[in-house]
């Protein structure tokens, strides 16, 4: 077959290879300018107005997550202020409150001091108190017993309460003098 196609050729006209058809390019030319025209006049504009939507959005876009940027630097530089405050207002708090620490410590430790000394005052008191009680029951007892010592030592009965209240305030008399020599 291929060498009918060669003979039929060859039978005719001498075809140059390398010239092309005048018809066989009119057709293309006009396939061409057909295929560019509607290229040109619909599928173009297409894509131009997909490329400018998409342009816009992705400019937008990027206008839009500027804006939320700046919105959250602010925001971050907003919490951050409100941060070190919230950190200087826990600090002064913080000091007020172990400055009126120490002061309700200082006002407990007086009132403590105070309440001691009271106590200890008053204990003092009572220690005195209870002492001219015993001084007072011993001098009687005393008395008494020296009184009677004495009426056995003398052989006579000393019920004479004058005589025998000399008797034991001079006998009392003697040991506190004693006892001052003795402590000096």
Not at 119 to 134: F, L
Not at 141 to 157: F, H, Q
Request: hydrophobic share 50%; no cysteine; net charge negative.
């Amino acid at each position: 077959m291929n060498q009918l196609i060669i003979s039929a050729a060859t039978e005719g006209e001498k075809v140059n290879p390398l010239v092309p058809d005048l018809w066989e390019m009119l057709v293309v030319a006009v396939g061409f300018a057909l295929l560019m025209f509607i290229v040109v006049k619909f599928v173009v504009p297409m894509f131009e107005k997909t490329f400018a939507e998409r342009s816009e959005a992705i400019e937008g876009g990027i206008a839009k997550a500027e804006k939320a940027q700046a919105e959250a630097s602010a925001a971050l530089e907003e919490y951050k202020q409100q941060l070190t405050d919230a950190r200087a207002e826990a600090n002064r708090i913080r000091e007020e409150a172990r400055g009126e620490g120490a002061q309700i410590l200082a006002e407990l430790k007086e009132k403590a001091g105070a309440e001691a000394a009271r106590i200890t005052a008053q204990a003092h008191a009572q220690i005195d108190s209870e002492r001219q009680a015993a001084v007072v029951s011993l001098r009687a007892e005393v008395g008494t017993l020296a009184t009677t010592l004495a009426g056995r030592i003398v052989g006579e009965a000393l019920n004479d309460d004058e005589r025998s209240a000399r008797v034991v305030d001079r006998f009392l008399a003697d040991l506190e003098n004693q006892n001052a020599g003795a402590g000096k």
